[in-house]
């Protein structure tokens, strides 16, 4: 029986409520983090904190705990749930401090803390980072605020659907003809040993596996560039990836139907994901 955490207690899963009245149930109200463990470690537990410390400045919410409670209440639903390998899900809503309106209080009100484990054997050993996955290519709908790690992931979860649907493991989607991001992972072609991957701004989420991968990746002395890039030029790439926090460095080895490169995983990517889990693990808390 699992142990989730909610506001300050830990509770078997089937005991854990929320208020009809919350904000995040009622308007999507609310920002999340995913932190992968390894081996009983958290990985990159200070840049999960770092980024929702942000998203809740840019929804003008209150923090419900500082770093070290975030810490100490990770450690133990790892410890409680038994987690050798998987993930840490938190999510912060603003609360519910009355009845349904769409105006928040302008004043700070308490927030919903919720925290829960998902146990993944095996995690990083993954056999589709072998393979590869396939992914086509979809309009980016969402609203325009995607720095903030909102949860509001219903466009995502669409297109992840249509995805599956047309076969393949995932989207990429497309706005003013260049790829954004994937539904839930950052996006990467790799062209004459160039990585290239988009830049930052309000367009796309600032992934912790992508700060972690690209410094990586410029210690190994590998070109980086920074910049968007259309789904024309991704099929004609040597090789494609996404990287997120639950699947690290994943080859891409199809894109609408046509392989990339040999239609194999790269050498770069490969290299990536290599480097990524050896160094993420030496630094796990």
Not at 15 to 39: H, K, M, P, Q, W
Not at 86 to 104: C, E, I, N, S
Not at 236 to 241: L, Q, V
Request: a negative charge; hydrophobic letters at 40%; aromatic letters at 8%.
């Amino acid at each position: 029986m699992r142990t989730v955490y909610v506001n300050g207690q830990y509770l078997p899963e089937q005991e854990a409520t929320v208020s009809i009245f919350d904000r995040g149930f009622l308007f999507a109200d609310g920002v999340y983090e995913v932190t992968s463990v390894l081996g009983g470690k958290l990985v990159d537990f200070d840049g999960h904190v770092a980024r929702l410390e942000r998203s809740l400045g840019e929804m003008e919410m209150a923090a419900p705990a500082d770093r070290d409670e975030l810490l100490e209440i990770h450690r133990e639903l790892v410890r409680l749930n038994e987690i050798e390998d998987g993930m840490v899900y938190l999510q912060v809503t603003r609360g519910a401090p009355g009845d349904r309106d769409f105006a928040y209080p302008a004043e700070e009100t308490d927030p919903t803390l919720v925290l829960f484990t998902q146990s993944k054997p095996g995690l990083a050993k993954s056999p589709v980072a072998k393979k590869g996955i396939r992914v086509v290519t979809i309009p980016d709908e969402r609203w325009g605020r995607r720095d903030i790690k909102t949860v509001q992931l219903l466009y995502p979860s669409m297109g992840k659907m249509m995805a599956l649907k047309a076969g393949c493991d995932d989207a990429w989607m497309v706005e003013d003809g260049q790829v954004t991001e994937g539904t839930s992972n950052n996006a990467y072609i790799v062209k004459d040993g160039v990585i290239i991957t988009r830049h930052l701004s309000n367009e796309i989420l600032s992934g912790i596996t992508r700060a972690a991968v690209l410094r990586f990746a410029r210690e190994a002395q590998m070109r980086v560039e920074e910049r968007g890039f259309t789904p024309e030029e991704a099929k004609a790439a040597d090789e494609a990836f996404v990287t997120s926090a639950t699947t690290f460095v994943m080859p891409v080895v199809e894109i609408d139907g046509v392989a990339v490169g040999d239609g194999r995983p790269g050498s770069v990517a490969t290299r990536l994901r290599e480097i990524y889990l050896e160094e993420s693990l030496k630094t796990a808390i």
